[in-house]
């Protein structure tokens, strides 16, 4: 028999994605047998990141610094920025090691089907970004869907009375997948081959 | 290429069951209700792993179970390889095995294994709604390109989400032309393709169709298939504009009955006898004829692209076609390949003397 606390602390590993409610029991069990003290380091980590951890205001990314690494650093090139749809797919790009400008991330894709409408997406501050003068290129890199593709469409059109160069990444990826799933040598092909739109 | 042999586990009434084929001539033979119909759509399931009859995976798993897996055997010249195909609804999840290598996608199946179905039984359904005829060319097409049916699953899922967008905001979007834009875009694009597709196939075919349907009908009209589309054979290569600008000249009209009326998915497809309508005019016999003379016209079309003959299926064709009908069909098979058909038990049928193994249920 299980007590309270064992069901409540099951009930809230069983909420992280990809444990199931088996796993989540034998990981409760198992943090029984910690030091209290490793159990302890757990929960203040997890608290840490979420009271630390933010969106950086220029770019969405995640950061403890505002503005984030990426945007402050001294040899990034803030000339050319690269346009993502998740967090997820900023970070992809960044395990590659092959890019060296700045981002925007979108926080998600046109999609009526799931409600989500232009407004719902970091659009203006983008534009704002643009406006400002310092941005020669923006490099449209939203995932291989219908959904990315229309995103991409709409910032390209949004794009075009800014008279800044607009460029798409080339579509070596797979239909369908996201870029946060493509491999090194996929994604390093889809930054070289890139299309001025 | 043919089918040699074919194992069922849970699909439809066949709960276990393992059959294997003549290179030439099979005929399946049995009572009414014994599986043969649910047989062939078990083999053509290989070719688009789905049903040909536009059955859900759901309604093809044998009642009461959890999950339906298809294994073949093709022969491509000496070389044999097996042709998995399972479903689970618990997973959600089909996956297909070719070589017992999963595919990355299930479209990617698509020319591994080639057959045409032909069964006369719903020849009303199939080309009296317009729908059901787009379905038919949608299949001749697929099996001959790989990238046509993905470019159709992203045409119905960007259509899918333009109706949403005219749903939900209907007339505002008449001030609104950046959010129709993307979706504008991409339909013309992806449905540019598709219709050029579509004609070709069609200037492929058009002769063969004409000549099977007077070999096979009693009387002698001119069968034509045409294409009405707003894009056409000679500017097949403005396709995407010419799309571009029909759905905006429909905007008006789209933001009242809020779902789009221009594009591939509206198109239709007509079929004439002597320039009639033959889905209005012709007889259910003609009807059959117009079919199979499509079918026949399909299997030499995914010959002569492929470079495989495709296997015929066909079933229940004597109980269906009069005698003067299948006599001429009958005649016509030698220039085709491998040939699997189904028959109820009749006595005055003798399949073996045509030299078919003959295959009971
Ligand atoms: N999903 C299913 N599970 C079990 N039985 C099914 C399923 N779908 C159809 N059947 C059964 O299959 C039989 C019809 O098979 P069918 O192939 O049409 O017969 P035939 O062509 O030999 O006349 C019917 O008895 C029907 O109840
Ligand atoms: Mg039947
Ligand atoms: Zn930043």
Redesign the interface.
């Known amino acids: 028999m299980a007590t309270d606390a064992i069901n409540r602390l099951v009930a809230a590993l069983n909420r992280l994605p990809g444990i199931g409610a088996k796993s989540a029991r034998r990981i409760a069990l198992d943090m029984l047998t910690w030091d209290t003290d490793a159990v302890r380091e757990l929960s203040e980590v997890m608290i840490d990141v979420k009271t630390r951890v933010k969106r950086c205001s220029i770019c969405f990314n995640l950061t403890e610094g505002d503005p984030c690494e990426v945007c402050t650093h001294p040899r990034r090139d803030a000339s050319q920025v690269m346009v993502v749809d998740y967090v997820g797919d900023l970070l992809a790009v960044e395990r590659t090691g092959l890019y060296r400008g700045h981002y925007h991330v979108l926080d998600g894709r046109?999609?009526?089907?799931d409600g989500i409408?232009?407004e719902d997406l970091n659009i203006q501050g983008l534009l704002d970004r643009v406006r400002q003068g310092v941005i020669q290129e923006v490099i449209l890199a939203n995932g291989p869907t219908?959904?990315g593709?229309?995103?991409?469409?709409?910032l390209a059109?949004?794009l075009v009375p800014l008279k800044v160069k607009t460029t798409q990444v080339a579509r070596g990826l797979?239909?369908?997948s996201d870029l946060a799933l493509a491999d090194q040598v996929t994604l390093s092909r889809a930054l070289e081959g890139r299309r001025e739109y | 290429m043919y089918v040699s042999s074919l194992k069922l586990t849970n699909f439809r009434n066949f709960e276990q069951a393992e059959f294997s084929f003549d290179r030439e001539k099979t005929a399946i033979w049995a009572d009414n209700a014994r599986g043969k119909s649910n047989l062939l759509e078990a083999l053509y399931f290989l070719v688009l792993s789905k049903s040909g009859r536009g059955a859900k995976d759901r309604d093809v798993l044998h009642w009461g179970a959890d999950y339906f897996a298809l294994e073949a055997e093709i022969m491509r010249e000496d070389h044999a390889f097996p042709i998995r195909i399972a479903y689970d609804p618990r997973v959600g999840k089909k996956q297909a095995f070719v070589n017992h290598a999963s595919l990355p996608r299930l479209s990617d199946l698509i020319g591994e294994f080639n057959a045409v179905l032909f069964s006369p039984e719903d020849v009303d359904l199939v080309l009296r709604e317009p729908a059901q005829r787009r379905r038919i060319l949608d299949i001749l097409v697929s099996q001959s390109s790989a990238s046509y049916l993905s470019d159709l699953e992203l045409y119905m899922r960007a259509l899918a989400q333009r109706n949403r967008l005219l749903k939900d905001r209907g007339r505002a979007l008449l001030s609104q032309p950046e959010q129709m834009f993307p979706w504008n875009t991409q339909l013309a694009e992806l449905g540019g393709r598709i219709v050029a597709h579509r004609l070709r196939a069609l200037e492929d075919i058009e002769l063969l169709l004409n000549t099977y349907y007077q070999e096979i009908a009693p009387t002698s009209e001119k069968l034509k298939a045409l294409y009405r589309s707003p894009v056409t054979l000679d500017d097949i290569d403005e396709g995407q504009s010419i799309l571009e600008r029909a759905l905006a000249e429909k905007l008006p009209q789209e933001v009242e009955l809020r779902y789009t009326l221009t594009g591939p998915h509206r198109d239709n497809l007509v079929f004439t006898l002597d320039n009639k309508a033959a889905h209005q005019f012709a007889s259910k016999g003609q009807l059959k004829s117009v079919l199979l003379s499509w079918k026949l016209a399909e299997a030499t079309f995914l010959e002569k692209k492929t470079g495989w003959r495709p296997v015929l299926l066909m079933d229940d064709i004597f109980s269906e076609l009069d005698p003067k009908r299948s006599e001429a069909l009958l005649n016509m098979i030698p220039a085709f390949g491998q040939i699997i058909l189904t028959s109820a038990r009749d006595p005055d049928l003798d399949f073996k003397a045509q030299g078919f193994h003959v295959l009971e249920l």
């Open positions: 046109i999609s009526p089907l409408s232009p219908v959904e593709d229309a995103t991409a469409q709409y059109q949004c797979p239909v369908g």
